[in-house]
Nanobody, 128 residues
Framework: QSQVVESGGGSVQSGKSLTLSCVGSGFLFDTYTMGWFRQAPGKEREGVSCIDTNTQRFYADSVTGRFTISRDNAKNTVYLQMDNLKPEDTGTYYC??????????????????????WGRGTQVAVSS
């Protein structure tokens, strides 16, 4: 059974950092683009960042310069380092895996329909 499982969420004050992790299993992790999405209370889910099989990265404008995505294929894990967190970063963060291997020529891959496996999410709460 193919699945991804997120961890690392928590409650922090504005300006602090958190690192989310996502472990994939049941599929060839290194052949998938991995993405992070989030859903704030009362809002639709939105794409945050993605990294393809060549470690090309893409970030939403709202997190550029503050978040860093990385992957360790030996551990079947993708990370999201979140620095200088803001209250508007509060929400449930989801990890997802896409069979699309490259961000080229799109540049980004943050449409939900392009992802095949989804985790159940991890909560992030940022207080001011």
């Amino acid at each position: 059974q193919s699945q991804v499982v997120e961890s690392g969420g928590g409650s922090v004050q504005s300006g602090k950092s958190l690192t989310l992790s996502c472990v994939g299993s049941g599929f060839l992790f290194d052949t998938y683009t991995m993405g992070w999405f989030r859903q704030a209370p009362g809002k639709e889910r939105e794409g945050v960042s993605c990294i393809d099989t060549n470690t090309q990265r893409f970030y939403a404008d709202s997190v550029t310069g503050r978040f860093t995505i990385s992957r360790d294929n030996a551990k079947n894990t993708v990370y999201l380092q979140m620095d200088n967190l803001k209250p508007e970063d509060t929400g449930t963060y989801y990890c997802a895996a896409s069979l699309i291997t490259t961000l080229y020529p799109r540049g980004g891959l943050l449409e939900e329909a392009q992802y095949d496996y989804w985790g159940r999410g991890t909560q992030v709460a940022v207080s001011s």
